[in-house]
């Protein structure tokens, strides 16, 4: 009998959800190199199609040096050509100088969360750096009402809502 090939590890897991009923996974890709996340998510999305998948990268290594930066844009143009509901960039935020290269190489939505203040969430959406700012349920209703001042006024009743982190 011929051997059966396994799918790579995480697959197995992401089809048990979208089974149970998922409508989309987010692939963590923590501790991956890049080349066996590109694998996973390449089964990931002959199986269930792009825009039902996104991929969290945690602490993108670009503060240490241009060529960080190089390999974490090399890895974003990656993640792009295979046209992604999202790319969630999770923890420290990349430097400022770094940002603009970043989003150049990736054009689907972006999402970013971690340590930030309103203002800063506000800025980055504002400069559609980032399309969604996520912040952690523990940051609760003081983060809400900071938000809610910092805000433009006219923005619709309800448009900042506290959720489940």
């Not at 809610?148 to 982190?165: I, K, T, W, Y």
Request: hydrophobic share 50%.
């Amino acid at each position: 009998p011929r051997p059966r090939i396994q799918p790579p590890f995480g697959v197995a897991r992401a089809a048990a959800a979208m089974a149970a009923g998922c409508d989309g996974l987010e692939f963590d890709a923590e501790g991956l190199e890049p080349w066996r996340l590109l694998c996973r998510l390449d089964a990931a999305l002959a199986r269930w199609g792009a825009e039902r998948l996104g991929v969290r990268l945690r602490g993108l290594p670009v503060m240490d040096s241009r060529a960080a930066e190089w390999r974490a844009v090399d890895l974003l143009a990656a993640l792009n050509e295979r046209e992604l509901g999202f790319v969630h960039l999770a923890g420290p935020l990349p430097p400022g100088q770094a940002q603009p290269s970043l989003r150049a190489a990736f054009r689907w939505p972006l999402l970013v969360s971690g340590r930030m203040g309103a203002a800063e969430a506000i800025r980055l959406v504002e400069s559609r750096w980032a399309d969604a700012v996520g912040f952690a349920a523990a940051d609760g209703p003081a983060l809400l009402r900071r938000l809610r001042h910092a805000c433009p006024q006219g923005m619709p009743p309800g448009a900042l809502r506290g959720g489940e982190a």
